[in-house]
Structure formats: structure tokens, C-alpha cells
């Protein structure tokens, strides 16, 4: 069972930038999927990005162009860069993994980005 640990969070100013990092336990190469989401107080939690075994990527529209989502397989690893931070993307950002096709989300603990002056 893989298990996911988040970090980078913090405060930031908007425009800044953050890399958010999920570094999971096991061997990641093999995982399907795997991707962010984040949630505010009294919201849904919200899909951001993922990234598909073969290297696609695809990106809610309101960080297309400012987040960027990696994984680094050697280092068992799952980056978001996040650029041009705003406000509205103050949340706490939770990885997850989706180890095949058809299979339970796996998530991390969450980690707190906050966009403020």
C-alpha cells in the first residue's frame, strides 16, 4: 500500500510562488494516476491537476498556465509547482494516487497554502 506525505505549504504573497511536494513510500513508477486537489472551509473539494502513466497532464482551468504537475519516479516523488499565486488559491492541497485503473484514491494528510498580503 502506498502511503503519500505532502509538503511546501506556507504563506505566500500573491504573485508568489510555491513547489508543493508528495513524496509516497513505495514505488511510484508503477501508479496509474496521480494528481492534487484542494479544499477550503465550506467547499467541496476541488480537482487541480493530474498526471497519467506515460507522462499526460491535465490541469483545471483556473491554474491552467500557472501550476505545473511532475513526478519524479526516481525519487519516488510528485511535485506542484505553483506560479502568479492568488488569493482564491488559498487551501490545503491533498495528493492522491490512483495505484490502476478502477482502483481507490489513495490520499496524503494535506498541506496549508495560504496566498495573502
Known amino acids: 500500500q502506498v502511503q503519500l506525505v505532502e509538503s511546501g505549504g506556507g504563506l505566500v504573497q500573491p504573485g508568489g510562488s510555491l513547489r508543493l511536494s508528495c513524496a509516497a513510500s513505495?514505488?511510484?513508477?508503477?501508479?496509474?494516476?496521480m494528481g492534487w486537489h484542494r479544499q477550503t472551509p465550506g467547499k467541496e473539494r476541488e480537482w487541480v491537476a493530474n498526471?497519467?502513466?506515460?507522462?499526460?497532464?491535465n490541469y483545471v482551468d483556473s491554474v491552467k498556465g500557472r501550476f505545473t504537475i511532475s513526478r519524479d519516479n526516481a525519487e519516488n516523488t510528485l511535485y506542484l509547482q505553483m506560479n502568479s499565486l492568488k488569493p482564491e488559491d488559498t487551501a490545503v492541497y491533498y495528493c492522491?494516487?490512483?495505484?490502476?485503473?478502477?482502483?481507490?484514491?489513495?490520499w496524503g494528510q494535506g498541506t496549508q497554502v495560504n496566498v495573502s498580503s
Open positions: 492522491y494516487a490512483v495505484p490502476r485503473i478502477g482502483a481507490p484514491r489513495i
Open positions: 513505495g514505488r511510484i513508477f508503477s501508479i496509474y494516476a
Open positions: 498526471i497519467i502513466s506515460g507522462g499526460r497532464t
